[in-house]
């Protein structure tokens, strides 16, 4: 669960320049916000294909699951305004994951233990002869934000929709003991089964700076023991919000219990202070509860991360009719509180991405799930056309702000990267790509793709790689940038952020790939207000969330460009136009 940063921000500011008394204060300001309706519902800048509701507020992806031919998605919602507040689980069905229909929030705030909000949580499907699925999440029980795990059981499993939950009175299932801070206490996860036939689930919290996973076990689901240590824990992180702990293999996805020899697991957190995430893989040991990163994995702010850009709370699930483990992620919005009350929505759900571990065993793969190939119309191809420093060409025959395209980029040789300057930070992409963007020109790089440019290039997006040679012989390192900076005209009033320009991050990622076969391959989903970019098969990916003036609806465009000296070919470029699903009743 995730108070946007802007409250956060003026919260700690009043802890820090008042004593705490005044907070309630700054949450009245807000408030005035939160039960503002949309009257008007603006629609430039709203998505097609991703999933949004019609109006107001939305943060985390709750309790996604499959459950009798039905894919579930539920998620933290404001039914009154599109600030943060008044929070529901909100709950859409799917049949494919593209097409969505909305039925009742599943959970609201209505009893002492969850009166004060209904934050984020998971679903666990119970096995059995009838399997059964069981939702926990988190209740806010007082106005100091004291949280408390419960769960939610459908009222009847045989409703296809299970439009209708139950909480039932013996709710909470876990209170924090002494030793917890009950106000960093959220976010259950989906439980596993180990070898002892015990449920297990763990839950994010903090100790001092220390970012803390508690694990939790239970023979019935109902009656939870908390173990002796926490499942992980990490210094100097900060508040961890929304685990999410699972096996992942070379092959394909996995159910949350399976273990074994081939199975690696990965652990994300969500880091509240930083407003992102990070992973790592490493193994699983039952006997004792605990999860040890893989040696040479990063643990800590400079860690892998799912997506380099506009992605928070995110949580997988498994899905057994395709076999495969699909990662939902919230992308905000980068405008201001003001204007997101004013054009009456805020926050989307970016498309489900498939998750397996890459061979090499360091890092995840991530690509959009096939559904959304069923939204393509009108391909185009371009195949083997060279692109000389300075160059550029326009994609033309698709709707540009509602794209999917998937390029192939191929050069003769490395010689012409530029050197890696050793005082660069190396896990800072974000700082580099800012001193060089796509005007700044290059060896080899950079080149890539202009996403909702406008007519003269007044405004535009660039997803693209430079590369660079760094000290070590031989090696290169491929930085990938999607970069907000010139993506909108800084003069509207639209794209100020609390009076200031809007925030119009140069999101970077380095990509781990090998440069043997000298190619370089870049799909980009484009939406209007948002580009998810995915490099080299989904092994780095970043997304923007933009707001052009110029480049909108039939005016945006699409370019291919290289600005490094080095020429770069393109090998093949499909792109498409992307259709809006037949239903998204939101
Ligand atoms: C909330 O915290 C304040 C300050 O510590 C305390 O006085 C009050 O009793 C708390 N309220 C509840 C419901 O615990
Ligand atoms: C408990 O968590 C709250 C909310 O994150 C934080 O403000 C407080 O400092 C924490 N208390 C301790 C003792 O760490
Ligand atoms: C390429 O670099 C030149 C010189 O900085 C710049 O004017 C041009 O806009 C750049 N092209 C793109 C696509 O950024
Ligand atoms: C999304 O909005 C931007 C701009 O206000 C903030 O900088 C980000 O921290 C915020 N992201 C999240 C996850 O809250």
């Given at each position: 669960?995730?108070?946007?940063?802007?409250?956060?921000?003026?919260?700690?500011?009043?802890?820090?320049?008042?004593?705490?008394?005044?907070?309630?204060?700054?949450?009245?300001?807000?408030?005035?916000?939160?039960?503002?309706?949309?009257?008007?519902?603006?629609?430039?800048?709203?998505?097609?294909?991703?999933?949004?509701?019609?109006?107001?507020?939305?943060?985390?992806?709750?309790?996604?699951?499959?459950?009798?031919?039905?894919?579930?998605?539920?998620?933290?919602?404001?039914?009154?305004?599109?600030?943060?507040?008044?929070?529901?689980?909100?709950?859409?069905?799917?049949?494919?994951?593209?097409?969505?229909?909305?039925?009742?929030?599943?959970?609201?705030?209505?009893?002492?233990?969850?009166?004060?909000?209904?934050?984020?949580?998971?679903?666990?499907?119970?096995?059995?002869?009838?399997?059964?699925?069981?939702?926990?999440?988190?209740?806010?029980?007082?106005?100091?934000?004291?949280?408390?795990?419960?769960?939610?059981?459908?009222?009847?499993?045989?409703?296809?929709?299970?439009?209708?939950?139950?909480?039932?009175?013996?709710?909470?299932?876990?209170?924090?003991?002494?030793?917890?801070?009950?106000?960093?206490?959220?976010?259950?996860?989906?439980?596993?089964?180990?070898?002892?036939?015990?449920?297990?689930?763990?839950?994010?919290?903090?100790?001092?700076?220390?970012?803390?996973?508690?694990?939790?076990?239970?023979?019935?689901?109902?009656?939870?023991?908390?173990?002796?240590?926490?499942?992980?824990?990490?210094?100097?992180?900060?508040?961890?919000?929304?685990?999410?702990?699972?096996?992942?293999?070379?092959?394909?996805?996995?159910?949350?219990?399976?273990?074994?020899?081939?199975?690696?697991?990965?652990?994300?957190?969500?880091?509240?202070?930083?407003?992102?995430?990070?992973?790592?893989?490493?193994?699983?040991?039952?006997?004792?509860?605990?999860?040890?990163?893989?040696?040479?994995?990063?643990?800590?702010?400079?860690?892998?991360?799912?997506?380099?850009?506009?992605?928070?709370?995110?949580?997988?699930?498994?899905?057994?009719?395709?076999?495969?483990?699909?990662?939902?992620?919230?992308?905000?919005?980068?405008?201001?509180?003001?204007?997101?009350?004013?054009?009456?929505?805020?926050?989307?759900?970016?498309?489900?991405?498939?998750?397996?571990?890459?061979?090499s065993?360091?890092?995840?793969?991530?690509?959009?799930?096939?559904?959304?190939?069923?939204?393509?119309?009108?391909?185009?191809?371009l195949r083997s056309l060279k692109l000389a420093k300075g160059e550029k060409i326009?994609?033309?025959?698709?709707?540009?702000?509602?794209?999917?395209?998937d390029v192939t980029f191929s050069f003769n040789s490395l010689d012409k990267a530029e050197p890696f300057d050793p005082?660069w930070?190396k896990?800072?992409g974000?700082?580099l790509c800012?001193r060089k963007g796509s005007t700044v020109q290059g060896g080899l790089g950079p080149f890539g793709l202009l996403?909702?440019?406008?007519?003269?290039?007044?405004?535009?997006?660039p997803v693209f790689f430079r590369l660079f040679k760094a000290q070590q012989h031989n090696k290169h390192l491929v930085l990938l940038c999607?970069?907000?900076?010139?993506?909108?005209?800084?003069?509207?009033?639209?794209?100020?952020?609390?009076?200031?320009?809007?925030?119009?991050?140069?999101?970077a990622g380095f990509v781990d790939v090998d440069l043997k076969d000298k190619k370089l391959t870049l799909r980009?989903?484009?939406?209007?207000?948002?580009?998810?970019s995915f490099g080299a098969g989904?092994k780095t990916?970043?997304?923007?969330?933009?707001?052009?003036?110029?480049?909108?609806?039939?005016?945006?465009?699409?370019y291919a460009f290289n600005n490094g000296t080095e020429t770069v070919k393109i090998e093949s470029l499909?792109?498409?136009?992307?259709?809006?699903?037949?239903?998204?009743?939101?």
């Amino acid at each position: 669960m995730d108070l946007p940063l802007t409250l956060l921000c003026c919260l700690i500011t009043l802890l820090l320049v008042n004593n705490g008394g005044i907070v309630q204060g700054s949450h009245d300001v807000f408030a005035q916000l939160r039960s503002v309706p949309a009257v008007d519902v603006t629609q430039v800048h709203r998505t097609a294909y991703h999933f949004q509701p019609t109006k107001n507020w939305i943060n985390d992806p709750n309790g996604p699951m499959y459950y009798n031919g039905i894919y579930h998605l539920f998620y933290q919602y404001n039914p009154k305004g599109a600030v943060w507040g008044n929070i529901v689980w909100a709950h859409s069905v799917s049949k494919d994951l593209i097409n969505w229909a909305k039925v009742e929030p599943a959970i609201y705030p209505s009893q002492p233990f969850d009166k004060y909000g209904c934050w984020s949580g998971s679903a666990t499907i119970l096995p059995g002869k009838t399997p059964k699925p069981i939702i926990l999440y988190t209740g806010i029980v007082d106005e100091n934000n004291t949280q408390v795990q419960n769960y939610a059981v459908p009222a009847d499993p045989t409703d296809p929709y299970l439009r209708k939950w139950i909480k039932p009175n013996n709710n909470p299932l876990v209170v924090a003991d002494k030793s917890v801070n009950g106000s960093s206490f959220r976010d259950p996860t989906t439980g596993w089964l180990g070898p002892d036939g015990n449920w297990r689930i763990t839950i994010g919290s903090r100790r001092k700076h220390r970012g803390v996973s508690y694990l939790y076990r239970s023979r019935d689901f109902i009656h939870w023991t908390k173990g002796k240590h926490p499942l992980h824990s990490t210094a100097g992180t900060g508040n961890w919000e929304c685990p999410d702990f699972f096996p992942v293999s070379v092959s394909g996805g996995l159910d949350t219990s399976v273990m074994g020899p081939n199975v690696k697991h990965v652990f994300k957190v969500s880091l509240d202070e930083t407003r992102y995430e990070y992973y790592t893989i490493g193994k699983y040991y039952p006997e004792k509860d605990r999860y040890i990163p893989d040696k040479g994995m990063i643990d800590g702010w400079d860690g892998l991360r799912y997506d380099y850009g506009n992605f928070y709370a995110s949580k997988s699930f498994f899905d057994p009719k395709k076999n495969r483990r699909i990662l939902w992620g919230w992308a905000n919005e980068s405008d201001s509180t003001e204007m997101d009350v004013k054009k009456g929505w805020a926050g989307i759900q970016l498309i489900p991405r498939t998750i397996v571990l890459d061979p090499s065993g360091k890092q995840l793969v991530q690509w959009p799930i096939e559904e959304v190939e069923t939204l393509r119309r009108n391909e185009v191809q371009l195949r083997s056309l060279k692109l000389a420093k300075g160059e550029k060409i326009e994609i033309t025959g698709i709707t540009a702000a509602q794209a999917d395209v998937d390029v192939t980029f191929s050069f003769n040789s490395l010689d012409k990267a530029e050197p890696f300057d050793p005082r660069w930070d190396k896990y800072d992409g974000q700082k580099l790509c800012s001193r060089k963007g796509s005007t700044v020109q290059g060896g080899l790089g950079p080149f890539g793709l202009l996403t909702l440019a406008s007519h003269n290039l007044e405004e535009y997006t660039p997803v693209f790689f430079r590369l660079f040679k760094a000290q070590q012989h031989n090696k290169h390192l491929v930085l990938l940038c999607s970069d907000a900076s010139r993506s909108t005209l800084m003069d509207d009033e639209t794209n100020m952020k609390d009076g200031r320009d809007a925030y119009r991050p140069s999101f970077a990622g380095f990509v781990d790939v090998d440069l043997k076969d000298k190619k370089l391959t870049l799909r980009s989903l484009i939406d209007n207000s948002v580009v998810e970019s995915f490099g080299a098969g989904g092994k780095t990916v970043i997304t923007s969330r933009v707001y052009p003036t110029l480049a909108v609806y039939e005016n945006a465009r699409l370019y291919a460009f290289n600005n490094g000296t080095e020429t770069v070919k393109i090998e093949s470029l499909n792109a498409w136009s992307m259709s809006k699903p037949l239903y998204m009743n939101q």
